[in-house]
């Protein structure tokens, strides 16, 4: 079974929401929110890897040093198995919107659904709730 590592980040905003973007139709899982991120690829560190795929996903500018880690979570799926760590964010420049079609939304740490989101996500949430 393939392993993959992914880097996700919590951008938290100024009232304390955190940032989820909806998988788009045509990919696995489409239609769950996620925490934004990617693939962690060759070469690449995961706060790198994490600053790429935020500024590709959403068109934000993360400075360096402002990703705080928070959690990891690991989780079988049938074909793969992946490793998220996720990370905090309170600094960035630029407003957020998806730039691969899809949906963006600030929710309240509180109301994030387990069944909402992919499986590999939903362990990451009590982390983040108790951060905030």
Known sequence: MRSVLVAAG??????????????????????????????VEAGETP?????RELEEELGLEIPSGCLAPLAFASHAYDDFHVVILLYVCRKWRGSPRGREGQAVKWVRPLKLQAGEMPPADAPLIPALIEHL
Do not use: H, N, Q, S
Request: aromatic letters at 6%; glycine letters at 14%; hydrophobic letters at 45%.
């Open 10 to 39: 919590a951008l938290i905003d100024a009232d304390g929401r955190v940032l989820v973007t909806r998988r788009p139709e045509g990919k696995t899982m489409a239609g769950l929110w996620e925490f934004p991120g990617g693939k």
């Open 47 to 51: 706060e790198d890897a994490l600053i």
